[in-house]
């Protein structure tokens, strides 16, 4: 049974820190004096913030009704947003097994846990699907052992093993059956069915010929249950907002949450590219819907990844010829954003490699510039790496750089051997704000970690917290507080087109905050990380939190 919905109340929160982007200045780092907290509280009437002022005066005015809540000398934030994440392929991530190491004993291990965590032995080996995370495709040479590798761990029981970015993956021979994959069976555009020299299947399929496999993965949890864990686990990490890029059944479950009134969330769902035909069809309009759950983008493929080596570049990777995988064509997904934009739909386009984002870029001018418009920001997803005549491109176009900072620490090191001196233009994002783009900040989870105190330290630092300085990566891009807060707190809500002004501790803004355990201002930014959520709430509600 569903839980009941909780009713948005009265609450006065004082004694903390209060912080968005408008109060993001740090205090000095001396005397203890610097690093108390102001006295201004926050009153917060139905589902909207009423005033933040003084306490007294806020206590004075709201009268008995208001509920207090003692921040207890952490901090209050609004809700943040994660403006890229996969919502139920994340929640279903954290129960499946990951690879402890690149061997095939280390994935032997990893389907002796997937077997025991089922609870099956070997009792079920026909039926159920063994899928494992974490796959790194460079360390492998996968010609030479390729599924052989897969098919001695489960001989009967179909395996596929995700790489690390999502979008490669491997299969053994019982897997490969059960998707009817063969020797006979096709390339698709924008992806590849891996062969050895002799032309026998290795098990590997990149890109688009990964959906081959991934749509026929089996999981036992309903949708809905999924998505609930998924929205309790965001809160848990301080978000209140999404924007979802599953390729799930997210879409109905969130109807049915929403319709029970117990989607405790606000929700931006996108349309797939092959979808379009069907939206159009529908009179889908991007920011149709209620404050709660709404229509965003539609979604396309520029290109692949820098962990596979299929992210579009101008020019090859270092030491070799290759310059990755055009997933959708130029042409046509231009002609696509110009199909969406005469609809009434945005458009959201994955571009990771520099000619990727200029093609992106160029996608989104197309309508533009015969007198189009689109309803929301269209946006490009990553920009990991992007040409310095581009980055002036997305204030002229009003797209929004839609990135995730926490792959600047996961992917640095691969950054450095594939692309060279051309990481002077990656993760680029002060660059990008110096030229005028507007940052939105989000996580790809589950391809990296969630939670926008690692996003701000990443962005802040350039490096992880508990890393030294000299594993920073290219600190001339690091981005100040306040443009890390804007990045996560306000340009996703302007993204999504809310109606309830979001974002900001300020008088009519919409009552979605978040409770931290520390002060976050008189913490140093290499220990954000360690801070805790105590509580959420989505317009002026408090929410459960997924621990």
Not at 382 to 405: K, N
């Amino acid at each position: 049974m569903s839980p009941r919905a909780p009713r948005a109340g009265e609450f006065l929160f004082y004694n903390g820190r209060l912080l968005d982007a408008t109060r993001a200045a740090r205090p000095p780092r001396h005397g203890a004096a610097a690093h108390r907290p102001p006295r201004d509280a926050v009153w917060v009437k139905g589902e909207r913030i009423e005033a933040v002022g003084p306490l007294a005066e806020l206590r004075r005015r709201a009268g008995r009704a208001v509920e207090p809540v003692d921040l207890e000398g952490g901090t209050l934030t609004p809700g943040f947003t994660d403006a890229h994440i996969h919502l139920v392929t994340w929640i279903r991530a954290l129960d499946e097994p990951w690879l402890d190491e690149q061997t095939p004993e280390g994935i032997a291990r990893a389907a002796a846990a997937r077997r025991s965590a089922r609870g099956g032995g070997g009792r079920d080996s026909g039926d159920a699907w063994i899928a494992i995370r974490g796959w790194v495709p460079r360390e492998w040479e996968l010609s030479r052992r390729a599924r052989a590798t897969l098919d001695r761990v489960a001989p009967d029981r179909p395996l596929v093993l995700y790489a690390v970015d999502g979008h490669s993956v491997w299969a053994n021979r019982a897997a490969l059956v059960r998707a009817g994959v063969d020797e006979r069976t096709a390339s698709p555009s924008g992806g590849v069915i891996e062969r050895d020299p002799g032309g026998r299947l290795t098990g590997v399929l990149i890109e688009d010929a990964a959906n081959l496999v991934r749509s026929r993965v089996a999981h036992g949890e309903d949708p809905e249950e999924s998505l609930r864990r998924a929205l309790g686990k965001a809160r848990s990490l301080g978000i209140t907002s999404a924007h979802d890029y599953d390729r799930s059944a997210t879409w109905r479950a969130a109807q049915d949450l929403d319709r029970a009134g117990t989607l405790g969330f606000r929700l931006l769902l996108s349309v797939p590219l092959a979808s379009l035909d069907h939206a159009i069809a529908l009179g889908l309009r991007s920011g149709a819907g209620n404050e709660r759950l709404r229509i965003g983008a539609v979604k396309m493929f520029a290109d692949g990844t820098l962990g596979s080596a299929t992210a579009l570049l101008e020019a090859p990777y270092e030491g070799g010829r290759a310059a990755g995988i055009e997933v959708t064509a130029a042409d046509a997904m231009a002609e696509a954003c110009q199909r969406a934009a005469q609809a009434g739909l945005t458009v959201a386009i994955h571009a990771i490699g520099d000619r990727a984002v200029r093609h992106a870029l160029d996608a989104i001018e197309k309508p533009l510039r015969r007198g189009g418009s689109y309803p929301l920001p269209p946006r490009v997803e990553h920009v990991q790496l992007a040409r310095l005549e581009d980055m002036g491109r997305f204030r002229a176009l009003g797209a929004i750089a839609s990135v995730q900072p926490i792959h600047l620490v996961t992917d640095r090191d691969v950054a450095r051997r594939h692309w060279g001196a051309r990481t002077e233009r990656s993760y680029a994002y002060r660059r990008l704000e110096a030229a005028g783009a507007r940052l939105a900040f989000g996580s790809d989870a589950p391809f990296d970690r969630a939670g926008p105190l690692l996003a701000i330290q990443a962005a802040l630092l350039r490096r992880a917290g508990d890393e030294p300085e000299e594993r920073a990566f290219h600190v001339e891009q690091r981005l100040t507080l306040t443009q890390a807060l804007r990045a996560h707190l306000e340009t996703p809500h302007r993204a999504a087109g809310w109606k309830t002004p979001l974002g900001r501790l300020a008088p009519g803004y919409g009552a979605d905050l978040a409770q931290f355990d520390h002060d976050l201002l008189a913490l140093p930014a290499d220990s954000w990380h360690r801070a805790k959520v105590r509580a959420v709430w989505v317009a002026g509600s408090p929410e459960h939190l997924e621990k």
